[in-house]
């Protein structure tokens, strides 16, 4: 079957006028549809020039990515990014925020009203479907964004260190709300994170990049059944696989 999204020796150098760097360098890997994977790595591994060239904000110098078999050469509706930053229009309450991309797309009122209900409601914020960012906390915004990129119905969603900038306890209740929205809205994701722990709840596998040049290192297989469980977390499995990611970041050599 064709995977939905590949990597096929996918690199990228940066020329820096006297010298180049590779940021990425051959990087080959296929994902499958509705899979949730993670990539974790040491900073400037190439986490997020790899998810640029996936989500067609960047090309590659050499090698292509493909969705569905088809090589990526721009954005598309069909890929939605979230950042850590995020990225709300301040001025636009959370409906607006979600039903903005249904707007430019150009969706009756009707239709975007249901769209925007239906995801304000999965994401835990009908009681602030009226508010505007600035009143809403940083998880409370991170939750608009999400449901600001669902509602366009994107195939996969690309998130880059997306919970980076939350508390703890808010980004635990966040990996859980978006393991339930997974669940019940099957898209393939593609998530960044520096978190061991939310990498191994998150993923059914975690991708392993290591530095200098950028590239592939492992790749670790979650084998611990959906819906995943506080009692997982704190299961001598996940602790296992937890070290393992750990061991594999930080000491790459012995790995
Ligand atoms: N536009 C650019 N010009 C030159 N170098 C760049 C550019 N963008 C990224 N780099 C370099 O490429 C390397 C990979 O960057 P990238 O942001 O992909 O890493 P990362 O793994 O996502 O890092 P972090 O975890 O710190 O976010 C870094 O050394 C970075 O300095």
């Not at 914020?125 to 509602?151: D, N, V």
């Not at 966040?174 to 520096?194: G, N, P, Y």
Request: contains cysteine.
């Amino acid at each position: 079957m064709t995977p939905k999204i590949s990597f096929q020796n996918v690199s990228k150098v940066f020329d820096l006028g006297a010298t180049r760097f590779t940021a990425l360098e051959s990087l080959s890997l296929d994902i499958e549809d509705g899979e949730f994977i993670t990539v974790v790595g040491p900073s400037g591994c190439g986490k997020s020039t790899a998810m640029n060239i996936a989500g067609g904000l960047t090309g590659p110098t050499s090698g292509k990515v493909t969705v569905d078999g088809v090589e990526v050469r721009g954005p598309s509706p069909e890929r939605g990014v979230i950042f850590q930053q995020y990225a709300l229009f301040p001025w636009l309450t959370v409906r607006e925020n979600v039903e903005f991309g249904l707007k430019i797309a150009g969706h009756p009122k009707t239709e975007r009203r249901r769209i925007s209900d239906h995801f304000i409601e999965l994401v835990g914020l009908t009681h602030f479907a009226e508010s505007l960012p600035k009143t809403l906390s940083g998880g409370m915004k991170q939750r608009c964004a999400i449901a600001r990129a669902y509602a366009v119905n994107p195939k996969i969603l690309l998130m880059d260190e997306p919970f980076g900038a939350l508390d703890a306890l808010t980004r635990v209740q966040l990996q859980d709300q978006l393991l339930a929205m997974w669940s019940k809205e099957r898209r393939t994701v593609v998530f960044i994170t520096h978190d061991v722990d939310e990498a191994v709840f998150l993923a059914s596998r975690v991708i392993v990049m290591a530095a200098r040049p950028g590239r592939l290192h492992k790749i670790i297989p979650v084998e611990l059944p959906y819906p995943r469980t506080e009692e997982m977390r704190l299961s001598p499995e996940f602790a296992a696989l937890r070290n393992e990611v750990w061991r594999s970041v930080y000491h790459p050599a012995s790995q």
